[in-house]
């Protein structure tokens, strides 16, 4: 029976310390039903009702385990590939042709450098 209540101590202070970094680092207007202090003091005071009570009802929806912080880029919805708008050739000539174009105008850039005419 020891056991049991030291490994139901560990579930609730694992509980709280997640609740607690989880509320410090939810920014202020992402709470719900409660501002951001109001939660802190429900935690600070009742660990294991207010841990369960941030998970369900405090918490902001759609949250996942990993939020990308203020200096990290965020991934795009599309892979490139697949991006809508993006142009693609409609068959092979014509990308050939832009190929060409591209090859002209690098020769005239190399020519203009070298200072030829």
């Known amino acids: ?8 101590g560990l ?8 609740c607690l970094v989880d509320i410090i680092t939810t920014q202020e207007g992402d709470c719900r039903n ?14 294991l009702v207010g841990g369960v009570l941030w998970l369900v009802a405090g918490r902001p929806q759609g949250t996942s385990a990993y ?20 142009f693609a050739v409609p068959d092979p000539a014509a990308d ?7 090859r002209e105008r690098a020769e005239e850039q190399r020519r203009k450098g070298r200072g030829e005419s």
Not at 11 to 18: C, R, S
Not at 96 to 102: A, D, I, K, P
């Open 67 to 86: 939020r990308a912080g203020a200096y990290e880029r965020n991934t795009p919805g599309f892979p490139e590939y697949d991006r809508p708008g993006r």
């Open 11 to 18: 579930v609730t202070i694992g509980l709280w310390i997640f």
């Open 34 to 47: 409660l501002p951001k202090m109001g939660w802190l003091v429900v935690i600070l005071f009742l660990p």
């Open 1 to 8: 029976m020891l056991y049991l209540g030291g490994l139901f």
């Open 96 to 102: 050939e042709e832009f190929l060409r174009r591209c």
